[in-house]
């Protein structure tokens, strides 16, 4: 089983619609974070996490919102979706004081907004 | 804000040797990181390297440092068909800003 594992993996939705992407982990991490990819542009930070009751906005944070209900959830919403949110989204997660500061990734959930 | 310049494809020969360049803006980078994301999947670590490094070898990968002109490249020795994927360079700029470039897309062929 994956140990960063991300919900809905595909979604399909309408312009307006209230959409949440949810993320779980069993890797005992503190940190979480969440990305979109877009082709061309890489990924880009759109919030993060460094316990249960921190929440830290990314470089693109408009037009969604985070809860993380849990060390291990972490979960995102677009309150009204729009077409240029049609993306790859990805979560991640870090522990605190690890050397090397690696991520570890989901495997994805891509969200198309018609 | 930083910036990650990759080329976006590079197409080699099953065999050949596979060097895939990175230019970063953030000189205050400690880790530089290589990360792979194969087709359908998420980002998984490839290898990384320390600031104070010039160069780093693991197995097949050579990762090369030029601190002064900002400059990380990725060499894969041997490149094979399990190789193609997609290739992040990923400075670490202060506690936790990862910086991800678009992505270099490798493509091995016969």
């Known amino acids: 089983d994956a140990d960063v594992t991300q919900t809905p993996r595909n979604r399909i939705t309408k312009t307006g619609k209230r959409i949440m992407l949810e993320c779980s982990q069993t890797?005992?991490?503190?940190?979480m974070y969440w990305y979109r990819q877009d082709p061309g542009l890489g990924l880009r930070l759109i919030y993060y996490?460094?316990?249960?009751?921190?929440?830290n906005k990314g470089e693109i944070s408009d037009g969604y919102s985070v809860s993380r209900q849990a060390q291990a959830k972490f979960s995102l919403s677009l309150e009204s979706a729009i077409p240029n949110q049609t993306a790859l989204y990805f979560c991640?997660?870090?522990?605190?004081?690890?050397?090397?500061?690696?991520?570890?990734f989901g495997e994805g959930s891509r969200l198309t907004v018609l | 804000g930083e910036d990650v310049e990759q080329s976006l494809f590079l197409s080699v020969r099953e065999g050949d040797s596979s060097v895939i360049n990175c230019t970063y803006t953030?000189?205050?980078?400690?880790?530089l990181y290589w990360y792979k994301q194969e087709p359908g999947a998420g980002l998984q670590l490839l290898t990384y390297?320390?600031?104070?490094?010039d160069m780093k070898q693991d197995q097949r990968l050579t990762v090369l440092l030029n601190k002064k002109d900002k400059h990380l490249s990725l060499r894969i020795a041997d490149t094979q068909t399990g190789d193609s994927a997609i290739y992040f360079c990923?400075?670490?700029?202060?506690?936790?800003?990862?910086?991800f470039g678009a992505g270099t897309r490798l493509a091995v062929h016969p």
């Open positions: 991640a997660t870090s522990v605190t004081n690890e050397n090397t500061g690696e991520l570890f």
């Open positions: 890797k005992g991490h503190d940190r």
């Open positions: 996490s460094f316990d249960v009751k921190d929440i």
């Open positions: 953030d000189s205050s980078s400690t880790y």
């Open positions: 390297i320390f600031s104070n490094m």
């Open positions: 990923v400075p670490a700029g202060g506690y936790n800003k990862l910086i």
